[in-house]
């Protein structure tokens, strides 16, 4: 700065006066500029120390915290690595009881629930103890299933791990109520997705089809498969706990089980049952076999759209409609007709007309010609096919390739040509120029030659259902075929019949309707099937020696069939052949085809039972008493069941049928392996990583496409896996859903939070077990009976809970109401017995007085071993743990007629004289009381702060009762104190206050606890609204219009409101006025 130098100070003292000689005034500004500078230049400097030392502060401090959260990161590791590896030392202890040894549930409860160690060795247990065996006392009532028997080289589903939670929870039940239960276990040989499996497998391995194999080597390939992957389905079995008496097991194809299809065979075709006809069936090109109506699945095509079939390159196109003309044979004209399929006019044997339409009245009767095949074809009137309104009117008939123009060929004696090979290749009957190419490539070339010799007429969108084999994906071809069938008419009538009397009951009960639907409208079952693997049909083709130009070929156009004979035998089939073509030399041939798989399955109930032969068992245990099933199958498999039993045995093989739902995923959709959504139920009990779930999509018969849709849909699904939940939690979820209707949509989560509810079960008994003490001795049902009135309160309240949900259980589970069990074994549990009952507890059992102390351990006891009791069929290995664990039931053990095991202990059963109105109402007045003290709690943020509770009683009765459960109350509530006051002026200023009723207030003192300038502003806004609905309602109710027109419920309704809002509002201003 000009004029402001400054020199060093000199030795003798004196210093430059740098403003000397400057005007006083600005030398002043100038010195005060300079100081200004000066000062914000230390002031920089001392804010720039101040923010390195907080900053240092804060590196420190950050650094001090990353210490801190190692070492917490360290602590809960090696917390999670000490508790992991004593479940591990658990898990390994429980795995390596030896097989069919009881495990050891000595030393002290582990600290949480595992399902892998719980679930470790008790099935092994109760199997090689016989417990899943019928009880040998002839003298109880028994109650029989048997399984729905899955393919043998299949895997369970989730949709299988429902029917086998509620079969097992049924007969569990049933075997805890004294029944002498049989679950009959066994799997099913399931002919056409097995031999398809092993094709492909034979293929994949050595390039061979099953016919360079030969019939005996490819079945023997069959048997071997069977052997090495059969024991997949049982071993899931286990692993769900399904309690099915394996000494008992049967496959289908079994000796026993093979003799018995025989045997139904030839005894229904000697009744007029089972006959040969050459009908329509549901034909396979790429399997080259008939299939069930329940193998054909159905896709809606909405218009002209691209369909990709297995054998083509290109899409076929279906959803079109074309027209074509066929000209008279006179040369006067045309008919013009419409099909979705022009390959068929090949076959076309007439042409319908409605009889009533004018246009072609005068041409009944009159011929066209076959525009390829030169045929002569009919004009037909038929008033039950033709829609006179449809298109032109005329309708083409191709009877061996429709079902509806079949039944018109019927009608009308038309001729039956069937234009199609095995392998779905044109033959050369009629088909000219297009003889041996393929149905879809003759769609192409068949217009493209109408085009050219001028009859076609155009191609439209047209709406359609396409069947495809649920097999093989290929579109299912209608095809005349002779075949076995088995007539079902009077059969099915029966089966209405006894529906309808209920000697058959059907539940849920909606479902009769689809059963009488298909009953009523049953069409004959086509029982043959073109396949290896299965039951060959015992019937024989009498070839004529020297006569083979005229004897036909069996299972083609030219088989005769009046030279079939049935037998039991070859040697049965040659006698009858002998007698009924006597002094005719002849050679038989056994029918190449194998029987429907679900002829088999329909023979279950009784030849797993040893039918034919009189045996023990289907003596004692035929018929049963509940086929439980899915609603899918009514008709497939349960209505052939009532059928063939009644047709063989002329009984009912059941008497209840109960139908579940369908499982979904989440999302409500349908499980399909190419959605990523099928769920295999060890998966949900064992758990599983997401790259695992990818790997199962590997090896099947998915294509690289479907694989990464499939692996999409689990990334979203399962974005971690699954949890491992224990086969007790999936059980209980899948068993709870049943409330849903015909679809379950099924949450994992769900049966994740089920995982955790067993830990809560888990926490329960620990409680007990560190309560009760080594020296407790539980007293016998007599001796509790006999002090059970003079019960602290709480004991009382919670036998009384016991009792009716022991009650409802029973009730639910007699009318199959699974839901409503779930929905009160768990509400006991968890909103009863744990959240309740064990809180009330705990202070008695640390207090002083030794009477409620022993009262409130033998009602604990009670508690917990009935609980375990009733819910053990629902949730079998935890109740099992649990109940061995509990004191006193080593005696179980001994052979002294007590049971050894929870799974045949009694079930329990409703006690009258614990169950008590009075005591769960003032229970029920009590609890609500507690839970507004605690929403009152939340609303001002209180935790573990104890403050003193006042409550304003005006029912003489009431307050009465508070001032018996006031321990009970501080207790639930978190509360230093509890007093019932009969008015507002007892209560001290500063509470909290909430309205239960017109006759109760809760007061929360919050002095020392709360800040109460605030507490005043929110009662003052709770005020203003109370007084505001009070205003509007009253203002609603003075109106003339109310007065006059609303109802007198609806009125009295309101003026019970006014009365409370008045109430809570009068109530608001007392205690706004005591803060």
Not at 139 to 166: C, D, Q, R, W, Y
Not at 372 to 386: Q, S
Not at 767 to 785: C, I, R, V, Y
Not at 928 to 943: E, H, M, P, W
């Amino acid at each position: 700065m000009p004029g402001a130098v400054t020199f060093p100070a000199n030795p003798d003292g004196w210093t430059f006066d740098a403003y000397a000689g400057m005007d006083p005034a600005k030398a002043e500004k100038m010195k005060a500029k300079k100081a200004e500078k000066e000062a914000k230049l230390a002031k920089a400097a001392a804010k720039a120390e101040a923010k390195k030392a907080q900053q240092a502060e804060l590196e420190k401090a950050k650094a001090a915290n990353e210490v801190k959260k190692a070492k917490l990161k360290a602590e809960k590791e090696a917390k999670a690595a000490a508790e992991a590896a004593e479940v591990q030392a658990w898990v390994d202890q429980a795995k390596a009881t030896p097989v069919g040894s009881k495990k050891s549930v000595a030393g002290a409860l582990p600290k949480g629930y595992s399902p892998m160690a719980v679930e470790a060795a008790w099935y092994e247990w109760w199997e090689a103890a016989g417990f899943f065996k019928p009880d040998e006392d002839t003298s109880k009532e028994p109650f029989v299933m048997v399984i729905p028997p899955p393919n043998v080289t299949g895997t369970l589903h989730i949709g299988h791990a429902l029917t086998n939670s509620i079969q097992d929870t049924v007969i569990r039940w049933r075997r805890m109520m004294g029944y002498r239960t049989l679950w009959l276990p066994g799997t099913d040989h399931a002919g056409i997705a097995t031999q398809t499996v092993v094709e492909k497998k034979v293929a994949r391995e050595t390039g061979k089809t099953r016919h360079d194999l030969g019939r005996e080597d490819f079945l023997e390939e069959v048997w071997k498969y069977v052997d090495d992957y059969g024991h997949r389905i049982t071993n899931q079995l286990r692993r769900l706990g399904s309690s099915v008496d394996w000494s008992r097991q049967v496959f289908t194809m079994d000796e026993t089980r093979s003799s018995a299809v025989n045997e139904a065979f030839v005894r229904m075709h000697e009744k007029g049952l089972i006959y040969r006809d050459n009908r329509l069936v549901n034909w396979c090109c790429k399997l080259k076999t008939a299939v069930s109506d329940i193998e054909v699945d159905y896709i809606d095509i909405p218009k002209r759209t691209g369909v990709n079939v297995p054998g083509y390159d290109e899409p076929v196109e279906f959803g079109a409609i074309t027209s074509f003309a066929y000209p008279y044979e006179d040369g006067s004209g045309e008919i013009v007709v419409a099909t979705t399929r022009p390959e068929t006019m090949l076959g076309d044997t007439a042409v319908a007309v409605h009889p009533d339409d004018d246009r072609y009245k005068s041409v009944v009767g009159k011929f066209l010609v076959h525009p390829i095949n030169g045929r002569k074809i009919p004009i037909i009137a038929d008033a039950e096919l033709v829609d006179m309104d449809f298109g032109t009117g005329a309708v083409k008939i191709t009877p061996a390739h429709d079902p509806n123009d079949f039944a018109t060929g019927k009608r009308h004696n038309l001729e039956f040509i069937n234009i199609l090979d095995d392998d779905g290749c044109l033959n050369s009957n009629g088909t000219g120029q297009f003889a041996g190419q393929r149905r879809f490539e003759a769609r192409i070339t068949v217009v493209e030659h109408l085009k050219e010799i001028g009859l076609f007429r155009g191609v439209e969108d047209n709406p359609m259902r396409l069947g495809l084999c649920s097999r093989s994906k290929d579109v299912i071809e209608p095809v005349l075929k002779p075949q076995w069938w088995v007539a079902c008419g009077d059969m099915a009538a029966d089966g209405c019949e006894l529906v309808r009397s209920k000697e058959l009951e059907i539940i849920p009960e909606e479902y009769e309707a689809t059963w009488f639907r298909w009953m009523e409208n049953i069409r004959d079952w086509c029982v043959s099937r073109q396949l290896w693997w299965g039951h060959r049909i015992p019937a024989f083709y009498v070839a004529f020696d020297g006569e083979e130009a005229t004897n036909g070929s069996p299972g083609a156009p030219s088989e005769n069939m009046d030279n079939w004979v049935v037998g039991r035998t070859r040697e049965d089939a040659q006698k009858l052949a002998e007698e009924k073509f006597p002094g005719r030399a002849f050679t038989l041939i056994q029918d190449e085809d194998v029987l429907d798989t679900w002829f088999s399955s329909g023979l279950f109930p009784f030849s797993t039972m040893g039918w034919p032969e009189a045996t023990p068992d289907l003596e004692s245990f035929f018929p049963g008493q509940l086929l439980e099933t899915g609603h899918d199958i009514l008709f497939f498999w349960v209505a052939r069941m009532v059928m063939m039993s009644r047709a063989l045995t002329g009984e009912v093989p059941f008497k209840q049928v109960y139908l579940h739902a369908m499982v979904r995923d989440a999302h409500g959709r349908k499980m399909s392996k190419s959605l990523g959504n099928v769920i295999d139920p060890t998966n949900v009990i064992e758990g599983i990583t997401l790259e695992k779930l990818h790997q199962s999509l590997m090896g099947g018969n998915l294509d690289p496409n479907e694989v990464e849709k499939a692996k999409a849909g689990q990334k979203i699904d399962f974005p971690d896996g699954i949890e491992e939940c224990g086969a007790d939690a999936l059980r209980f979820a899948l068993v709870s859903y049943t409330a849903q209707g015909r679809d379950i949509n099924l949450d994992i989560k769900r049966v994740v939070s089920y995982r955790h509810w067993c830990n809560k079960l888990w926490n329960a008994i620990r409680f007990a077990m560190m309560n009760l003490g080594d020296d407790f001795e539980p007293k016998s049902a007599a001796d509790f009976a006999a002090v059970a009135e003079g019960l602290p309160f709480a004991c009382r309240w919670i036998l009384s809970r016991l009792s009716a949900a022991t009650r409802k259980i029973s009730d639910a589970m007699f009318a199959y109401d699974f839901s409503s069990a779930t929905s009160a074994i768990y509400g006991f549990w968890q909103y009863e017995l744990c959240d309740v009952f064990i809180e009330l507890a705990k202070p008695l059992l640390c207090g002083q007085d030794e009477g409620a102390k022993e009262s409130t351990k033998q009602t604990l006891f009670v508690c917990l071993e009935n609980g375990l009791r009733l819910l053990h069929p629902f949730m079998p290995f935890v109740t099992e743990e649990l109940w061995q664990r509990l004191p006193g039931q080593a005696k179980n053990m001994d052979q002294d007629g007590h049971p050894r095991s929870i799974m045949i202990a009694k079930y329990p059963t409703h006690v009258e004289a614990w169950e008590s109105s009075e005591i769960d109402g003032s229970m029920s007045y009590m609890m609500s009381i507690v839970n507004k003290t605690r929403s009152l709690r939340s609303d001002y943020g209180l935790s573990r702060e104890k403050a003193e509770l006042f409550i304003t009683a005006s029912d003489p009765a009431n307050l009465k009762l508070l001032e018996s459960v006031y321990h009970e109350i501080a207790t639930l509530t978190t509360s230093s104190s509890v007093k019932a006051v009969s008015s507002p002026d007892q209560v001290p200023k500063g509470c909290g206050v909430v309205v239960l009723d017109d006759t109760t207030t809760i007061h929360l003192s919050l002095i020392g606890v709360l800040d109460v300038p605030k507490e005043i502003i929110k009662l003052e806004k709770n005020l203003e609204n109370g007084k505001q609905r009070l205003s509007q309602l009253e203002t609603k109710m003075s109106t003339d219009v109310y007065v006059q027109k609303t109802p007198a419920d609806i009125q009295a309704f309101d003026a019970d409101r006014v009365t409370k809002l008045r109430a809570e509002v009068e109530s608001l201003e007392h205690h706004i006025a005591d803060f």
